[in-house]
């Protein structure tokens, strides 16, 4: 039976592994087409830009590799019963959950694999190849998405960072300060901020600050001044990356941090649950892949049924996205916004596999 097992996970493994390729020189391909009107400027050349998707890489992966896994088995499960292995282990005894239980070991070792490449491989390279591009097309400072720079809440502050280095330092920030009555009491200007990791303090240089009286405003001015705050530089890169590229332990503290200051951590709490739900999902690719392969015996072509079948995982990964950004948008738990693709899922494939096994 170890045998047999070892077998049949190697088999699904195997095929997984080539569709995952195929995946990934495809996606290559279209990434580096978007490259193309970016090439000749700065220092951006084509080594560059075959460089930065191949950064990219783990991204691309970590999105398809549950349609991989699905397309995979459906393609292992199709050979075996197009040699007839799969009705021989079938006239043997082997029931379907028996099975299931050898397909859940390579989905398993699938989800580790999903876990490791969303935790250990996607935050590092995403951030070194927007360094890497930034720094070939000339740009010093991370772009952020709003205008009018970041905005984050401390305490009763509120702080807005105009640019951010790729080196940590923040440029052109403003403190708005206030009072436990929610009155103004100054504002400070700073040029630089540089995080002092030994202290963990910020170093603020070129301080001109304005404070406000009963009467009057007073200004200051200050080389510099140390300020003692919750925000790290780990915290703020959060601000600077989309959360499905963050690892679960960034999300897990930025979200703490937004909750302890009374802000709306829904976003990230989302991305947090769905991140930790998402290894799961191989689970779900193999029991969906099921029902197809038992039902080879009815007529039905091999090729179109692992076409069905990559339609399924293509939106199911739709349908993921899909929840993701409308439970933000509707006020939906965060539980429920990142199980629900999931259960939907799941819930079809027993179904499709119960209907299999009463034809």
Sequence with gaps: MKVLTRWIVSEVLRATALVAA?????????????????????????????????????????????????????????????????AVLRASGMSVAALWGKLALAATIMGLVILAVGEWLVPPSEQFARLFRGNALGSSDVSTDLRSGLWIRDGDDFINVRRVARDGRLRSLEIFRFGSDRTLTAIDRVAEAKFDAEHGVWRLKEVQRRRFAADRIVAESMPELEWQTELTPNVLAVLTMEPSRMTMWALYTFSRHLLRNGQNADRYLQALLRKSIYPLTAFVMATLALPFALGHARGTPIGFKVFLGTLLGVAFHLLNSLSSNLGVLVGWSPWLAAALPGIAFMALALLMMRWVERR
């Design 22 to 86: 195929l995946f990934a020189a495809l996606f290559l391909f279209f990434d580096f087409v978007d490259q193309i009107e970016d090439i000749g400027r700065g220092t951006y050349g084509l080594k560059e830009a075959l460089l930065y998707v191949v950064l990219r890489l783990p991204s691309r992966l970590y999105e398809l590799l549950p349609i991989a896994f699905l397309v995979g088995t459906l393609a292992a499960l199709a050979q075996m019963a197009r040699h007839s292995e799969l």
